[in-house]
């Protein structure tokens, strides 16, 4: 038995810059469906180099579980 999703998170792509932004409270399934997205685009772009710039204002933290994928 599955979780819905709680929290949310955007990704944009410029030049060689990946734009992060998140959102609200996240539980495990939101930081799972994040970090599955986020390493699907980081294959397809096949960047040798890349840089990240995350966006934290709008992020109101998450359950424990999450912590993991933040690492």
Request: glycine residues 8%.
């Amino acid at each position: 038995m599955g979780f819905d999703v709680h929290g949310k998170y955007e990704m944009e792509v410029k030049g060689e810059i990946f734009i992060l932004r998140f959102y609200q409270s996240w539980n495990e399934e939101c930081a799972k469906a994040f970090f599955t997205a986020y390493q699907s685009l980081v294959f397809e772009k096949k960047f040798k180099r890349f840089g990240v710039l995350a966006d934290f204002r709008q992020f109101e933290g998450g359950t424990p579980e999450t912590i993991r994928y933040f690492e």
